[in-house]
């Protein structure tokens, strides 16, 4: 399996869905995600997850809007400042974006840290050579139970998410936002549902899709200078920036038709 790019999955040696179709690359992310779940890596509700997000992409216009971008800019400051910064991957965001994962530790430095909802050992494994085969490097020592949760999010190790200060979350469930929020942690989630637990209860926020998001956070912080980063900081208003990606959908819809 290749990762990172965009062809078709090909089972029988013909190509499943042709280049030429407008909805080429959707598709091909389904099959991806679908070929994923088959193989254990991506949780058979990691799916739904999948379908929800591309809602709401519709609802976005599957572009970066200019509050998502803030919000990439603004995450990019939190990274670079950040005392211990960690990136938490579950089994969706391997399978979408090992690659840019990879590119993002690369440019702020952050560990790179396996948490699942749906956690077996045989998942751990599979998603960690992931990373590594598109080049990350994966911290993976001793999982303990220390975040005070009683599902298995709750299974972290204590050098990395444990001591961090701050927290990448992508597609994430609500509940260990929540938990990580009240151990005094910065988080940072990329969820396309402006509307969900996780979403409002994050330090930051970034509503669009991984893929996109990633290498927006991963250029600016590359290009920030300490100045830029200070400003962005300083005005971190998450509950604005929700509020703005649900007044771009309004706007959005209120003109679908034109
Ligand atoms: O791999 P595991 O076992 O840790 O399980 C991972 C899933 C994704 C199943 C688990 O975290 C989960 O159930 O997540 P939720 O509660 O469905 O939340 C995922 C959020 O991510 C939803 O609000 C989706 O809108 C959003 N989302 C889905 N796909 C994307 C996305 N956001 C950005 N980019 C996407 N591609």
Redesign the pocket.
């Given at each position: 399996m290749r990762h990172g790019t965009l062809r078709s999955p090909d089972y029988r040696g013909v190509p499943v869905i042709p280049p030429d179709h407008p909805r080429y690359r959707s598709l091909v992310t389904r099959e991806r995600l679908a070929e994923y779940a088959r193989s254990g890596v991506?949780?058979m509700?990691?799916l739904?997850?999948?379908g929800?997000?591309?809602a709401?992409?519709y609802l976005i216009g599957e572009q970066t809007t200019a509050t998502a971008r803030l919000a990439e800019q603004t995450a990019a400051a939190m990274l670079m400042s950040a005392r211990h910064p960690v990136i938490s991957v579950?089994?969706?965001t391997a399978a979408?974006a090992a690659p840019e994962i990879a590119a993002l530790q690369k440019a702020c430095g952050a560990l790179v840290e396996v948490?699942?909802?749906?956690?077996t050992g045989q998942?751990v494994l599979q998603i960690e050579e992931i990373l590594r085969n598109a080049g990350a490097d994966v911290y993976s020592g001793e999982a303990e139970r220390l975040l005070p949760l009683t599902h298995d999010?709750a299974w972290c190790r204590r050098e990395g998410m444990y001591s961090a200060d701050v927290i990448l979350v992508?597609?994430?469930?609500?509940d260990r936002c929540e938990a990580l929020i009240g151990m005094g942690k910065k988080v940072i989630a990329?969820?396309?549902?402006p509307l969900?637990r996780?979403?409002k209860t994050a330090t930051l926020t970034v509503v669009?899709?991984?893929?996109r998001?990633l290498p927006e956070i991963a250029k600016a912080c590359l290009e920030l200078s300490p100045a830029d980063r200070n400003r962005l900081l300083a005005s971190l208003d998450n509950h604005y920036l929700l509020s703005e990606a649900i007044r771009e959908i309004t706007l959005r819809l209120s003109h679908a038709l034109d």
């Amino acid at each position: 399996m290749r990762h990172g790019t965009l062809r078709s999955p090909d089972y029988r040696g013909v190509p499943v869905i042709p280049p030429d179709h407008p909805r080429y690359r959707s598709l091909v992310t389904r099959e991806r995600l679908a070929e994923y779940a088959r193989s254990g890596v991506v949780a058979m509700e990691g799916l739904t997850s999948h379908g929800r997000g591309e809602a709401f992409d519709y609802l976005i216009g599957e572009q970066t809007t200019a509050t998502a971008r803030l919000a990439e800019q603004t995450a990019a400051a939190m990274l670079m400042s950040a005392r211990h910064p960690v990136i938490s991957v579950n089994g969706n965001t391997a399978a979408l974006a090992a690659p840019e994962i990879a590119a993002l530790q690369k440019a702020c430095g952050a560990l790179v840290e396996v948490n699942l909802f749906h956690r077996t050992g045989q998942r751990v494994l599979q998603i960690e050579e992931i990373l590594r085969n598109a080049g990350a490097d994966v911290y993976s020592g001793e999982a303990e139970r220390l975040l005070p949760l009683t599902h298995d999010r709750a299974w972290c190790r204590r050098e990395g998410m444990y001591s961090a200060d701050v927290i990448l979350v992508p597609l994430e469930d609500g509940d260990r936002c929540e938990a990580l929020i009240g151990m005094g942690k910065k988080v940072i989630a990329v969820d396309l549902n402006p509307l969900s637990r996780t979403a409002k209860t994050a330090t930051l926020t970034v509503v669009d899709e991984v893929t996109r998001a990633l290498p927006e956070i991963a250029k600016a912080c590359l290009e920030l200078s300490p100045a830029d980063r200070n400003r962005l900081l300083a005005s971190l208003d998450n509950h604005y920036l929700l509020s703005e990606a649900i007044r771009e959908i309004t706007l959005r819809l209120s003109h679908a038709l034109d």
